[in-house]
């Protein structure tokens, strides 16, 4: 797929600083090592409706991934799929009397347009399950060949499972990504679109991974024979096929570590033999409203497009939701907003004047509470000392309010 537009990032004076990353694998945080091209996975949408608040929060975290370590010196190669066919889109489709293909191309069309507006920049690689059928037909191929993958037994449809036990054969147990329970586990596979209690599988949380067609159902003919591939299947072939195994980041919010980015991780690890699949597992909070996880089932959403429609600056949208650590679960309110737009509206005045105070030691300051597990609120509380200083006292250094809008505009990603 065609990714979205990239904005132009400016480039800072001297070197940025290495990230440190809490890894939710390990539960520590520690720094990210990556190479001269720094290799990032994130999961995307599934476009069955508009990008709301929590998903903008999300790839704001991992933008700022991005940008930290491109100002650390290396290239970043960023893969984001787009899951446009599974059952959230086949049920909406259906509601709505739509059809599954225009409605996933028309929200995954106004999602650029959003994350465009919001400034984050684009991945090198923006990659559909659809068009990546052949290389998921293809590993699902090769886990069955190895035994780490078998048909339930159902005559009528013998789907295609994972064994979770899969990696044991080299000495690596199950649930290495979220250290879960059992109980929980078996709990979250059935909250999160697997099937404990199908009969048929070997142990209740296996999970999916190719489905076999079902009436009025959308299906893919390939050797494993007509159906669909299983959801954690997709980003373990797109990511597998363009980073490798191994690669730095992998991400998404927290409702991503169980089942799909422990089962990612397994099948990875099944299939290539090598352990971590990723080397940091990094997970964004919840973002909700009114005290209830913003998702698509409650209906309790805030639309970045809606936002944008009725005149909101994007950049206060994202200055608002980077005022929050990325990995608290928090609430969306106005008054955040409100904060948000006054602070735009300062910091714009700060760098329009002719001179400031000095800002060196702020880039410094940015660069260090960035690098500490994106510390964005801190980061913010520098620039708004320093806004402050300059607006109400003035300063005398003439490149300084330059140096800022630059220090905003690259680290933070916002336009002033
Ligand atoms: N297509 C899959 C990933 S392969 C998926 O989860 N799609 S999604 O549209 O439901 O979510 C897209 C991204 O936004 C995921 O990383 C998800 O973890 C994150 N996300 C969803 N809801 C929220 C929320 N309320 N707050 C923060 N992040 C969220
Ligand atoms: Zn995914």
């Not at 476009?47 to 940008?67: E, K, M, S, V, W």
């Not at 028309?106 to 068009?131: I, K, N």
């Not at 373990?236 to 191994?246: D, E, S």
């Not at 608290?328 to 329009?352: F, G, I, K």
Request: aromatic share 8%; charged share 25%.
């Amino acid at each position: 797929m065609q990714p979205w537009t990239t904005v132009p990032y400016p480039q800072l004076p001297g070197l940025g600083i290495p990230l440190r990353l809490h890894d939710t694998a390990t539960g520590e945080t520690r720094p990210t090592a990556p190479g001269r091209t720094a290799r990032m996975y994130v999961c995307g949408i599934t476009p069955y409706d508009a990008t709301h608040l929590g998903h903008a929060a999300t790839y704001l975290a991992f933008d700022l991934i991005n940008r930290i370590w491109r100002d650390g010196g290396h290239e970043v190669h960023y893969v984001q799929n787009v899951t446009d066919i599974d059952e959230p889109l086949l049920e909406r489709a259906k509601r709505d009397q739509d059809d599954w293909v225009v409605l996933g191309m028309r929200e995954t069309a106004l999602f650029r347009e959003d994350m465009e507006s919001l400034r984050v920049l684009p991945p090198r690689e923006f990659v559909g399950a659809v068009e990546a059928m052949g290389e998921i037909v293809e590993l699902v191929g090769k886990l069955l060949a190895s035994g780490a993958a078998y048909h339930a037994d159902d005559p009528e449809h013998p789907d295609v499972y994972f064994d979770h036990r899969a990696t044991e054969r080299f000495g690596v147990g199950f649930g290495t990504v979220s250290s879960y329970d059992e109980e929980t586990m078996h709990r979250l596979s059935a909250e999160r679109g697997g099937d404990p209690d199908r009969p048929g599988k070997r142990h209740p949380v296996d999970a999916v991974l190719w489905r076999t067609a079902r009436d009025g159902e959308p299906s893919w003919e390939s050797e494993l024979g007509l159906g669909r591939p299983g959801w954690h299947v997709e980003c373990t072939a797109i990511a597998l096929n363009r980073l490798g195994a191994g690669f730095d980041v992998q991400g998404g919010g927290s409702d991503l570590i169980f089942p799909h980015h422990e089962f990612s991780a397994a099948h990875g690890e099944a299939l290539t033999g090598q352990h971590p699949f990723a080397r940091h597992y990094s997970h964004t909070g919840m973002i909700g409203l009114d005290g209830a996880k913003m998702s698509k089932s409650k209906g309790n959403l805030v639309f970045v497009s809606r936002l944008r429609a009725d005149g909101v600056d994007p950049m206060a949208v994202r200055l608002a939701l980077l005022a929050g650590h990325y990995r608290e679960d928090r609430s969306w309110t106005d008054p955040m907003l409100a904060t948000a737009t006054a602070r735009l509206a300062r910091w714009r005045e700060a760098v329009s004047l002719p001179a400031g105070a000095p800002a060196d030691e702020v880039l410094a300051r940015v660069r260090t509470h960035l690098s500490d597990d994106l510390d964005s609120p801190r980061a913010i509380a520098a620039v708004d000392a320093w806004a402050d200083q300059t607006v109400t006292r003035h300063g005398r250094d003439t490149s300084a309010p330059g140096l800022m809008r630059n220090t905003v505009d690259g680290l933070l990603g916002i336009e002033l």
